[in-house]
């Protein structure tokens, strides 16, 4: 951890090996692990939690969410799948499911710093909750385990058996999507879908310029 201050203090100067986006990865990993450990209540705060990401040109960036925001962002998405008004054309039971799998996206993407791409590709068996651990195949294929926050275990624990059923069609989905944790009613999720999601409920929660990449 002193010698990861260090190097946020100081920054990538020119000349150096690393990149400002391996700078970055680096250091959205070593904020994901220790705001798992503050969950975990393994330590009592995230010491990353300050640590600023550096631009990678000249072109201004989003503003990265404050804690504040990531709580109405959450909060727009309630465990208990709350659907809101009630909309004629869709089914009540339907939206709830709809509600509980994105609640259980928005954990994951924030508490487990999960990019897109891992995201959808997680398999049922992938995400055990009681250990909270999810197995993720990263950039080249690499598999890795990925700590869970009680927050995103419980959120997929409440999809799975209240909601995922629900979303897939009467008949079983194509083999490639079977297994897959997170549905559409077509299957497996696609990243785009992800995008949609995130932006819906920045949307409703009254956040401007929030993408699944700014929650890691």
């Known amino acids: 951890l002193s010698q990861a201050r260090r190097t946020c203090a100081a920054g990538p100067r020119k000349g150096e090996s690393i990149s400002p986006s391996t700078y970055n990865t680096t250091l959205i990993e070593i904020r994901s692990f220790f705001r798992w450990c503050e969950h975990a209540k393994i330590i009592p705060a995230n010491p990353a939690a300050h640590f ?13 969410p404050t804690d504040v925001d990531v ?16 909309r004629p054309h869709v089914r009540d039971g339907y939206q709830r499911a709809i509600t509980l799998r994105d609640r259980a996206i928005l954990e994951l993407l924030y508490g487990s710093g ?17 250990r909270r651990l999810v197995r993720v195949r990263g950039k080249g294929g690499r598999e ?39 549905v559409s009613p077509s299957g497996r999720m696609k990243t785009c879908t992800v995008n949609f999601i995130v932006k819906k409920y920045a949307r409703k929660a009254g956040l401007d310029r ?7």
Do not use: C, K, Q
């Open 114 to 130: 999960l990019r897109r791409a891992e995201l959808v590709g997680v398999d049922l068996p992938h995400a055990d909750t009681r």
């Open 71 to 86: 709580a109405r962002l959450l909060a727009s998405a309630p465990l208990t799948g709350d659907i809101g008004p009630h």
């Open 144 to 182: 890795r385990g990925v700590p869970m926050t009680r927050a995103a275990a419980r959120a997929v624990v409440r999809y799975v058996a209240n909601a995922r059923a629900e979303i897939l069609p009467g008949v079983p989905p194509a083999p490639e999507g079977a297994l897959a944790l997170f």
């Open 210 to 216: 929030i993408h699944p990449h700014l929650l890691r």
């Open 52 to 64: 600023v990401l550096r631009p990678r040109s000249a072109v201004s960036s989003a503003p990265v």
